[in-house]
């Protein structure tokens, strides 16, 4: 199995621009999650869905950050406009396990200048 | 809500024994995760506790006491490997979500 899989690994932006990142689950996992995470504050859930539909989405900072997930094995998190403060690692997770552990992708650090 | 206290950091010597505390206050409770992240890469899943007491897995071991809302980490015959922060994390009724502590930074010294 290739894990969770998320794109870009890297993505360098100014202020003001879109910035869409993507994540692929496990195959047959049925929960997803995005998460935010910084120095100050930690590994933050930002939204889960379950069996593709948004379950909870109080993590969700602001108006500017939106998610969707059109199917199984895909979801994006999109940031419009990107400000400096939005600059973190952000994991995608899905769980599916014996303990329905979650299981993280490689995250994307997004750097907004 | 959840609240997840654990120590920021703690140092400790190859080939010796560290204990990671966690304590928690929550308003549900579905089981006590452990991961370990190295620096730049993410979290990996180590250990699930549901019952009271101890479960060993190899060199690591975690430990549960739901009323006294409190889990340990164990980690025996430290590795310079083992290096990295350790994060507590409490899964709540709703599902599967997870509540993370802030993690504790091991640093194993030769």
């Known amino acids: 199995d290739a894990g969770v899989i998320q794109s870009p690994r890297h993505e360098v932006t100014e202020m003001g621009q879109e910035v869409t990142l993507r994540c692929k689950p496990i195959?047959?996992?049925?929960?997803l999650f995005w998460y935010r995470q910084t120095m100050m504050r930690g590994l933050e859930l930002l939204i889960y869905f379950n069996n593709n539909v948004p379950i909870d989405d109080s993590g969700m900072p602001e108006d500017r950050f939106s998610a969707k997930m059109p199917n199984a094995s895909f979801s994006t998190l999109k940031i419009q406009p990107s400000e400096p403060r939005d600059s973190a690692v952000y994991f995608c997770a899905s769980s599916g396990g014996a303990y329905n552990e979650q299981f993280f992708g490689p995250g994307t650090r997004l750097t907004v200048l | 809500g959840q609240n997840i206290d654990q120590p920021t950091e703690m140092t400790a010597t190859e080939g010796a024994i560290v204990q990671i505390n966690c304590t928690y206050q929550t308003s549900g409770f579905n089981g006590l995760f452990w991961y370990q992240q190295h620096a730049g890469e993410a979290p990996t899943f180590l250990s699930y506790?549901?019952?009271?007491g101890l479960e060993e897995k190899g060199r690591f071991s975690s430990f549960l006491s739901r009323s006294k809302g409190y889990s340990y980490l164990l980690l025996k015959e430290l590795q310079m490997k083992d290096s990295a922060s350790y994060l507590c994390a409490v899964g709540n009724n709703a599902g599967n979500m997870l509540t993370f502590g802030g993690g504790t930074r091991l640093m194993v010294k030769p």
């Open positions: 506790n549901v019952l009271d």
């Open positions: 195959s047959g996992h049925n929960s």
